[in-house]
């Protein structure tokens, strides 16, 4: 693998994350379909099914990550963001193209590969910050990930704000934007987002620093929200409007207080080892130019490595010297070290996690793209609000799991899965609140399915890095995230699609009015959440005492070479 180079100092990480989160809330982009998927059903004639076949497009694009993945290992993070610039550019532009009809008689088929591209333009974003992030902070993954996704879960609600207030609900105005804007914003965060030394998480500021930027991000959250539903209700004039925005990006700017303050108030700072720790990983001196210290070889590979590549041997001379003792065989990693794809495969744990996620994702996702069909369906012409709720609280479970898990995982040594189980029972539970369709459920289903969705995702991304190590874990975060697409693919595509437009068929309408349209989908989808659950509680059982075994000291420690 190459040598990556390293920005020294302790600004730079900080630098970093406050830049990721703009590209995260680009990321968010895929959340924008339920805006604008009403006037290509509209302008092109589409009936539920085709539409929801293009909501899969979405999911497909957003999640198959599998070449980020590998890149991000490869080359450096503006690299890999530069391909999603690209891939935004050409997507949305298509689309942008379609729907303003200044170019017509497209192909539906053009249309779904087009939108698969600029949603795919989400995972290279996504995937160059959060694996850059996650090994610049590798002692605060849950903390790092719950920050990163919270952002990206705010998203949804950030564009409903200016689709409302800014773009004059204009769909064909938000896809110029999406073409146009997003490619842009990227392109000037590219230059901030890099590989630095990582930081000291024995330093006593840098919980002071993610507990602000956490807490700039809940404001940022409430008072979109806020905003949000204010212009629903109440008329804004333009320049009124422009204000409300224009304090909404200083919100999003707020991460960049903390370098700023570090830079007007340096502090002299020691960093405390403890032995086996990763944040050992960190090399001192004050070279500006290192070899990344996460990227070197695993200690699983440790004992072979010299020995290996000075000079060629055979087979009997290794065998021989193993048996001297000289160099000890290398084996498999265990859980909590450094996997590669391929050994994480033969391992039950992936796959019981791939599954978890699998189940109670696709199941989420179901809902979200065919969330302006329900809200028609049960009476809600508006789905704007919906749309906002459920960002809102995608958001607070994004931040608000990272927050508990880390702190239970610290003190207590539990799995973060457990908070996957219990999410996987409120979701049984938020599925038979739609199916009942009563007054007012919708809305509370809603808060309930944005907060679980949340918990879901942004969990996996710090289990699966404790599980499997950083050292290629942009690829197997990846692979995982295949099982969003998928479950749009098999509950969206094929069931909620099927059974809405055979219920309007019955009632010789291509729209479908009444509780009965989406009725068995969310029954469907509670057994399927069932499922998760048994399966969640089975991992939770299996990874137990690898976590009391990463966390005994209350901190991270990488697994400890001498068992090997």
Avoid at 204 to 227: K, W
Avoid at 353 to 369: H, I
Avoid at 466 to 473: R, S, T, V
Avoid at 507 to 524: D, N, Y
């Amino acid at each position: 693998m190459r040598n990556i180079a390293l920005k020294a100092g302790s600004r730079p990480p900080w630098v970093g994350l406050a830049a990721a989160v703009w590209v995260e809330i680009a990321a968010g982009n895929a959340y924008n379909f339920p805006l604008y998927s009403p006037a290509l059903k509209s302008v092109l004639g589409y009936n539920q099914q085709q539409l929801t076949i293009l909501g899969v497009a979405n999911d497909i694009g957003e999640s198959v990550g599998l070449l980020p993945g590998i890149a991000c290992n490869k080359f450096p993070p503006w690299a890999v963001l530069l391909v999603g610039v690209v891939l935004c550019f050409l997507g949305y532009g298509v689309i942008w193209l379609t729907v303003s009809q200044t170019i017509t008689g497209l192909p539906y088929w053009v249309l779904w590969i087009a939108l698969v591209v600029a949603t795919n333009s989400n995972a290279w974003f996504g995937t160059a910050v959060l694996v850059t992030n996650m090994r610049n902070f590798p002692l605060s993954r849950g903390t790092v990930s719950g920050i990163l996704k919270g952002y990206a879960g705010i998203a949804a609600a950030i564009y409903t704000v200016l689709y409302n207030m800014v773009l004059q609900n204009s769909a064909t105005t938000l896809l110029l934007f999406l073409a146009l804007g997003i490619p842009l914003i990227c392109l000037v965060t590219t230059y901030f987002i890099r590989a630095c030394t990582p930081a000291s998480g024995e330093d006593s500021s840098e919980h002071g620093h993610f507990v602000f930027t956490q807490a700039a991000s809940v404001f940022l959250a409430i008072y979109v929200v806020a905003i949000s539903i204010t212009s629903d209700y109440v008329s804004l004039s333009d320049a009124l409007s422009y204000i409300l925005v224009a304090i909404m990006v200083v919100f999003m700017l707020s991460p960049l207080a903390i370098p700023v303050k570090m830079t007007l108030f340096p502090a002299t700072k020691k960093r405390i080892r403890s032995a086996g720790s990763s944040d050992s990983l960190a090399q001192e001196g004050g070279d500006s130019t290192q070899t990344d210290p996460l990227l070197t070889p695993s200690s699983s590979a440790a004992y072979l490595g010299s020995f290996y590549e000075t000079e060629d041997f055979s087979d009997v001379e290794i065998l021989l010297a193993i048996g001297e003792g000289a160099v000890k065989e290398k084996r498999r990693p265990r859980r909590g070290e450094d996997f590669k794809l391929g050994e994480a495969f033969v391992k039950a744990d992936f796959w019981l996690l791939w599954f978890v996620y699998f189940l109670g994702v696709g199941a989420g996702v179901t809902v979200l793209n065919n969330l302006a069909q329900i809200g028609v369906a049960l009476g809600v012409d508006d789905t704007t609000e919906l749309l906002c709720l459920f960002s809102l609280c995608n958001f607070a479970g994004r931040l608000g799991s990272g927050v508990l898990s880390e702190h239970y995982v610290r003190s207590k040594a539990i799995p973060r899965t457990v908070w996957i189980t219990c999410t996987h029972i409120m979701m049984i539970l938020t599925f038979l609140l739609y199916a009942s369709a009563l007054s007012g459920t919708l809305y509370a289903a809603t808060v309930l399915l944005g907060v679980c969705c949340g918990v879901i995702y942004s969990l996996m991304v710090p289990t699966a890095s404790e599980l499997f190590g950083l050292k290629h874990f942009g690829l197997i975060y990846n692979f995982i995230l295949l099982g969003n697409p998928i479950g749009a693919l098999l509950f969206s595509g094929l069931l909620a699609g099927k059974l809405y437009d055979a219920e309007a068929t019955k009632q010789g309408s291509s729209t479908c009015i009444g509780a009965e349209c989406f009725r068995l989908t969310f029954l469907v989808l509670a057994g399927v959440c069932g499922l998760g659950t048994i399966l969640s509680i089975i991992l939770t059982i299996r990874i137990r005492p690898v976590y009391q075994m990463l966390y005994a000291g209350g901190s991270f420690r990488v697994p400890q070479a001498s068992d090997r």
